[in-house]
């Protein structure tokens, strides 16, 4: 079945830091591949997605790249802030799933001033 | 912006109780969805609904769980006797159509479900 694996949190990282959250899937078919975020307090909101291989999906200075030889969907920014502080879910869906999402456990995000 | 309303924020309910848990979606969508998160767990999929049924349900989704859409615009999920293992975060979602890629999906803030 589908499945998503992302790094263990929580990430700590000062301002300005550049910031790499690893996330590797598994799927049978070609799935889309999604970043949410949920910022405290706050619903999952989707931060960027690609939809096949090789697609660079960006969005608030975020990009992650479908790699298709290497399963992965890595989120990259070059310099958060404090206020990127959040909780990232990598996310999956494709057509035997009737492309519901199916997530990973999220990453914790926290950025000290 | 539109978005997914749900109450209540947080729960607290005695074993055995019956819970309620509801949820506007966004007016113009068609497909709905609840998920949940046990803490420290991955999200995961219970239920999506559509044209008023059940379209998908996972297997965490048994005869405790059941999914309404009382009226035009609220979508519950009930739990008819809640256990432990239920306490978790519940959210509900929702998106215009289902069966393209990419399709993304409008959550909530959560429902957070605590079972004593």
């Known amino acids: 079945g589908n499945s998503v694996t992302q790094m263990e949190g929580p990430v700590t990282l000062s301002e300005e830091a550049f910031l790499t959250i690893n996330c590797t899937y598994t799927a049978t078919g070609y799935p889309s591949l999604f970043w949410y975020v949920q910022y405290p307090g706050e619903g999952l909101q989707l931060l960027l997605k690609a939809t096949k291989a090789d697609d660079k999906g960006s969005n608030k200075g975020f990009e992650a790249t479908y790699r298709k030889e290497t399963t992965s969907f890595h989120l990259e920014k070059g310099s958060v802030q404090v206020s990127d502080s959040a909780v990232y879910f990598c996310?999956?869906?494709?057509?035997?799933?009737?492309?519901?999402?199916?997530f990973g456990r999220g990453t914790s995000l926290i950025v000290h001033p | 912006e539109p978005e997914v309303t749900q109450t209540p924020s947080h729960q607290v309910t005695q074993m055995g109780q019956e819970v309620i848990l509801r949820c506007v979606p966004i007016?113009?969508?068609?497909?709905f969805y609840w998920y949940r998160q046990i803490l420290g767990q991955k999200v995961e999929f219970l239920v999506s609904?559509?044209?008023?049924?059940?379209?998908?349900k996972s297997e965490i989704f048994d005869d405790q769980f059941s999914v309404e859409r009382p009226d035009g615009s609220n979508f519950t999920l009930k739990i008819r006797s809640t256990k432990l293992e239920d306490s978790a975060m519940y959210f509900c979602a929702s998106s215009e159509n289902t069966a393209l890629p990419g399709n993304t999906i409008y959550f909530g803030e959560g429902s957070w479900l605590t079972v004593v």
């Open positions: 609904f559509y044209n008023n049924e059940i379209s998908e």
């Open positions: 007016s113009n969508h068609l497909y």
């Open positions: 996310a999956l869906s494709e057509a035997g799933g009737s492309y519901i999402p199916t």
